[in-house]
């Protein structure tokens, strides 16, 4: 096999994809020694991925308006809905699938590797006549909220969001066959939710089209090494520690007021108690005034290590922070977005029937409350059910397959 470059566009909505994408690449790279990895990303994405010392073209920092602009404008009091924002974000597909394009043309790349990038497969899948480099799309949620009456043009939601599952499944069913998409999480952890007329439900999908590669994670559960020496190396004390985390975008901020308030009362019971906040890179660190015990961290590369050396996790809903404190077997208290979707059903749907973690409303969760929940579970001894660490092996195998079949001749320009 000849020397091939690949444009891998990152999932850009807060952080919970960059470390999964990375960990794609580094495998990638593994069996692969020949290909040349160059990525697009909005920030603090982008930001995130160059840390690590990879290249990050410039070409999304030009857009107008970026992914997680979008979703701030549209967070209100712990409240994300998704079917508005991406009503919003569409109006700028346009404009990213032809900087994406663009630059996968300048580069002379071979494959375009998309983390959830909506815009390439809408416009592929509405028959825009876009002629584009083949594309692979990895995904980890199939179809949308199914009551999306509470905006202001409930029938136009309903037609918009009809189209959008219809174009999932139609990409899933017909791009490359079953070569077009990687699913990341368990067929069996997709709600059977029926979708609509004439497509089969959720988790159908996946098991026909979805090429499933189970979780993946950037880390190994099992050499991660002990609470104890994860606390020395981070600079932690041996007292009791609550870790606080609200993802990537600056939705879930309310949550580390409401954290803070509760710390007071927890602190009754336990004095020698210690919080971290982890505000994230969109949330500024004077957000909060904490009290004597509270620190608080901007963006953490690694946060998987603060997960380790805490006695319990609160944090909003997303699907790779819960994987992680799944795979870690750490207490967590969640809270997921009040109207965001895939936070309520389908991140929800498998830990609640596993039982792993505490769900809880934020609405319905008084500081006292929520400490009282906290002091509840803090150092409490879990055995999740095990997840699966070959997820990013399984994902590059695929990848590399179908950067095969593309050197073969038999995956062409899409479109």
Request: glycine share 8%; hydrophobic share 40%; aromatic share 10%.
């Amino acid at each position: 096999m000849g020397k091939q470059k690949m444009l891998f566009v990152s999932g850009s909505l807060g952080l919970g994809h960059v470390a999964r994408d990375l960990a794609i690449a580094n495998e990638l790279r593994a069996i692969n020694k020949d290909v040349e990895i160059i990525w697009l990303a909005d920030p603090p994405a982008s930001d995130y991925i160059r840390m690590t010392g990879e290249t990050v073209l410039p070409d999304l920092d030009k857009i107008s308006r970026n992914t997680n602009d979008i979703v701030d404008s549209h967070a209100n009091d712990y409240e994300l809905m998704l079917n508005p924002y991406f009503m919003d974000w569409y109006q700028t597909f346009p404009e990213r699938v032809g900087i994406i394009n663009a630059a996968a043309v300048r580069e002379k790349v071979d494959l375009i590797l998309g983390d959830e990038t909506y815009d390439l497969y809408c416009t592929y899948a509405s028959k825009k006549n876009l002629k584009i480099k083949p594309f692979l799309l990895i995904l980890d949620f199939i179809g949308a909220y199914k009551d999306a009456t509470e905006t202001k043009w409930p029938m136009k939601m309903r037609m918009a969001f009809y189209m959008f599952q219809r174009w999932t499944y139609t990409h899933m069913k017909s791009s490359y066959g079953k070569e077009g998409t990687i699913f990341v999480g368990e067929t069996d952890d997709v709600p059977a939710d029926k979708l609509a007329i004439p497509m089969p439900n959720r988790r159908e999908i996946v098991r026909r089209y979805g090429n499933s590669v189970g979780y993946i994670l950037n880390f190994d559960p099992a050499t991660v090494g002990s609470k104890e020496e994860m606390r020395k190396r981070l600079g932690y004390g041996p007292e009791p520690l609550v870790l606080v985390t609200i993802g990537g975008t600056a939705a879930g901020a309310p949550l580390l007021k409401k954290a803070v308030a509760a710390y007071s009362f927890m602190k009754k019971s336990v004095p020698e108690l210690n919080m971290v906040l982890v505000n994230g890179p969109r949330v500024p660190l004077d957000y909060v005034q904490p009290s004597n015990g509270v620190k608080v961290l901007g963006m953490v590369p690694n946060l998987y290590q603060h997960m380790v050396a805490s006695d319990l996790v609160i944090c909003s809903g997303g699907g790779t922070t819960t994987t992680e404190l799944q795979a870690l077997n750490k207490p967590f208290l969640y809270f997921p977005l009040k109207k965001h979707f895939e936070q309520n059903i389908d991140v929800a749907y498998h830990l609640q029937r596993d039982k792993i973690g505490v769900k809880m409303a934020y609405d319905e969760t008084s500081p006292e409350l929520l400490a009282s929940k906290a002091l509840e579970n803090l150092g409490r001894q879990v055995n999740y059910t095990k997840v699966r660490t070959d997820g990013a092996t399984r994902a590059a195998a695929h990848t590399d397959m179908v950067l095969k079949r593309i050197e073969r001749g038999e995956i062409k320009v899409a479109g």
